[in-house]
């Protein structure tokens, strides 16, 4: 139970419609952070899962390189545009499984290069 300013507060009600509420909030952040990378589509299923991305993407190809290298019967490309994994996940963990992809795929941070402006 949730304690908050001495009131308990529970995270749910009997409908568990704040759970559900919390997870609409999840998919949207999920569908920013995709769209920011320029995938097209997350499919997380319990037999397989699958990233397709749009021609021009922001993911890090090398980071992809990597994953393939590391766990060559994990992950494959079918074509340029989507890498498959051969992992399925249990419907609980499915958006945290999706939350960790994208943020796999998301390209390290670019240091600020430009000289600071003059007055």
């Given at each position: 139970m949730i304690v908050e ?115």
């Amino acid at each position: 139970m949730i304690v908050e300013n001495n009131v308990p507060l529970q995270p749910y009600n009997s409908f568990g419609i704040v759970a559900r509420a919390q997870n609409l909030v999840r998919i949207a952040r999920l569908i920013l952070t995709a769209r920011g990378l320029g995938v097209r589509r997350v499919d997380v299923g319990p037999q397989a899962s699958q990233v397709i991305f749009d021609a021009n993407n922001r993911v890090d190809p090398a980071q992809v390189i990597r994953m393939m290298q590391k766990d060559p019967s994990l992950y494959r490309l079918e074509g340029p545009l989507k890498l498959r994994i051969a992992r399925g996940v249990p419907e609980a963990q499915r958006l945290d499984f999706a939350a960790a992809l994208l943020a796999r795929l998301t390209p390290p941070a670019q240091p600020n290069t430009r000289p600071p402006a003059s007055r």
